[in-house]
């Protein structure tokens, strides 16, 4: 079956227990998204045959082992062999591991999904760690990190804009969210990965389907949607929903996201994400008096206050600003050249 979109695609993995739950879930990803992924390991009960007979959607069969993140309890012979088995059954994408790949044979019909996942951090060569797979005659790449800090997602985006072949790439956790997000601009992108419901996500940092569609506006990211942060210690649901509805209400291609940054670290952030680049950051509390550091001007209501909370591109240089109230600050961003 053909997926909907055969890139940038929003995918749902199934978190389910049972052969039968497993078909309800899928039942509602066919309608709701475009591709889900069966974790077989995450199963007590399964009758792969059926799960992937008359599917409502294209299928990636995964079955993780612990060594990297998953929860299959069996032997590694009996997890290859189900891998093995959903290649002969026709699923539309198989996930296997970089170390056993050379174990799975003919994929037949089925595109060979080569990955590798580390659950405690960030690879430190992440695009040596893309090639490599890329190597191993992957149809399509995925490398998987997890952030402890918003900058370690960089090399993420590199791997993206370099990628020439379908690729996953992601950092879990709550510094990885970005990556979910603007993976999506990249026409490299095979698919992010989002859950049907919130709580019943299978990987940190995963947000829901939901969020994905109506928070960021996600079937209308592509890559020239202008990207905006919102920088904090930590950033709210409803500040990030308040300012991209403001962007899409002023008809900008653009969509906010949520930098999580720690005391002292916001300057040295901001000049990290001059690569992506992010064109305006809104700045919270208490980052609001060093992030002037790392900005090439001030403009007079930041001189008179000392303090900066909003921060726009002019001229291809980043300018700091004050301004009281969310809106306000959407208009500077909109209105000096920042979209």
């Known amino acids: 079956m053909a997926s909907r979109r055969r890139l940038r695609m929003?995918?749902?993995?199934?978190?389910?227990?049972?052969?039968?739950?497993?078909l309800a879930a899928l039942g509602r990803i066919g309608v709701e998204a475009d591709i889900a992924e069966l974790r077989l390991d995450l199963m007590d009960e399964l009758d792969l045959e059926r799960l992937l007979a008359d599917?409502?959607?294209?299928?990636?069969?995964?079955?993780?082992?612990?060594?990297?993140?998953?929860?299959?309890?069996?032997?590694?012979?009996?997890?290859?062999?189900?891998?093995?088995?959903?290649?002969?059954?026709g699923a539309d994408y198989v996930d296997v591991e970089l170390d056993s790949v050379a174990r799975i044979g003919e994929r037949g019909a089925s595109r060979l999904i080569v990955s590798h996942h580390d659950p405690?951090?960030?690879?430190?060569?992440?695009?040596?760690?893309?090639?490599?797979?890329?190597?191993?005659?992957?149809?399509?790449?995925?490398?998987?990190g997890t952030a402890s800090d918003v900058r370690q997602t960089l090399p993420v985006f590199e791997a993206y804009a370099r990628a020439d072949v379908p690729t996953i790439a992601l950092a879990m956790g709550e510094a990885g969210l970005p990556t979910r997000v603007l993976a999506?601009?990249?026409d490299a992108c095979l698919l992010t990965y989002c859950s049907l419901e919130a709580?019943?996500?299978?990987?940190?940092?995963?947000?829901?389907?939901?969020?994905?569609?109506?928070?960021?506006?996600?079937?209308?990211?592509?890559?020239?949607?202008?990207?905006?942060?919102?920088?904090?210690p930590r950033v709210e649901a409803d500040r990030l929903r308040e300012y991209n509805v403001a962007l899409r209400a002023a008809g900008m291609d653009a969509v906010a996201v949520p930098l999580v940054v720690s005391e002292g670290d916001a300057a040295e952030t901001v000049?990290?994400?001059r690569e992506l680049p992010v064109l305006g950051y809104h700045v919270?509390?208490?980052?609001?008096?060093t992030v002037g550091q790392a900005l090439d001007h001030l403009d007079p209501s930041a001189c008179r206050s000392g303090q900066v909370n909003t921060v726009y591109s002019r001229d291809d240089e980043l300018v700091g600003a004050w301004a009281e109230t969310p809106p306000e600050r959407v208009e500077l961003w909109l209105a000096t050249g920042g979209g």
């Open 284 to 289: 919270q509390p208490p980052h609001q008096e």
């Open 184 to 186: 999506l601009k990249y």
């Open 10 to 22: 929003l995918g749902v993995p199934v978190n389910a227990r049972t052969t039968d739950e497993a």
């Open 120 to 144: 405690n951090g960030m690879p430190v060569d992440f695009a040596a760690h893309w090639r490599e797979l890329r190597a191993a005659g992957a149809d399509v790449v995925k490398l998987v």
């Open 199 to 232: 709580g019943r996500g299978t990987a940190r940092g995963q947000i829901t389907l939901a969020e994905m569609l109506e928070v960021y506006n996600a079937r209308q990211i592509g890559p020239a949607t202008a990207v905006y942060g919102l920088l904090g």
């Open 55 to 89: 599917r409502p959607c294209p299928i990636i069969v995964t079955c993780r082992p612990p060594r990297e993140g998953g929860l299959y309890r069996g032997s590694e012979e009996s997890r290859l062999r189900l891998l093995q088995q959903a290649v002969r059954l």
């Open 271 to 273: 000049a990290a994400f």
